[in-house]
């Protein structure tokens, strides 16, 4: 498809400037208002599970019926990211979403971030629910958990669906250091991308340290860096993430999950590609990206672009997400 030209920012524009655009949460509503259980009211139709398998206690939530829809989401947010497009799935499918491990109300234990065992703790919970075929959508972290699944249990596997995350690589060793020259801006650059955060996250010990409690600063400037328009990333919703992420144990459990990238990249020399249908969904900030390396792993794979999104697609663009999703399961 044609690559529409991309918004340039200004760049004299702070990217914290652009969040303070948005209303940030007071911190007076109810603590309680973030729970699962809460949270699990503004899903009519889904309920709250838990489940110890892989040696670690999962929560996900469940609704709808028909073939399962299993669906993983990525950093910095939880199960909850999925609620924009949840119910129109669950429309058609036996939608299942995961606290992948060391997420939300999830086990944050001190090992097992390399995503071969993270999908292991997934093809477990399939196990345990008795479905021997599943359908996933992973964003982000969860499109690198959801692959590894694929690439390892393919037989489990029906179709795979990757929104901005696909199973790490060695491309991620090449990635600069420093910005392109004019390239870190208000807003990320699709052509010369700078994921700062990548190394941040990498460091054992202090991120914690720097963002218990303070979280919501992070949460606003990486929403206003990689969407579009940021505004489509609610107060509330920050609120949720901010809750979920606040802790230490929390933020230390989310860093595992960059700091076994090594491990993953070496994994992926070992697996013989997928030829299962595979869709990838790109926003401007990952397309080009997803277009030139997923054919590494899934030679026959769909790639398209939702070039008028920021990375968090599901909140921005969630009519164009569910009409991709649904046109390929169907």
Sequence with gaps: MNKPSLAQPNPNQNPTDIAHEVPAATGEMDPTAYTDAELIKKLPGFT???????????????????QPLVCLPGWPQTWYSFHPVAPALAAHYRVIIVDIRGMGSSDKPATGYDKKTMAQDIYALVQHLGLPQVSLLGHDIGGMVAASFALNYPAATHKLILADGAHPSEGMRYMSLLPAPGAFEAKMDAHQPYVWWMAFNQVPGLPEKLLAGRFQHLLDYLFAYVMRDDSKMSAFDRAVYAAAYNEPESIRAANGWYQALGQDIAAAATYAPLTLPVLGIGSYVSYENMRQSMPGFAPNAQVIGLLDSGHYMFEEKPDEVLAAVLDFLK
């Excluded at 709250?48 to 028909?66: E, I």
């Design 48 to 66: 709250n599970h838990y489940a110890t398998v892989n040696g670690v206690r999962l929560h996900y939530v469940a609704g709808g019926s028909g």
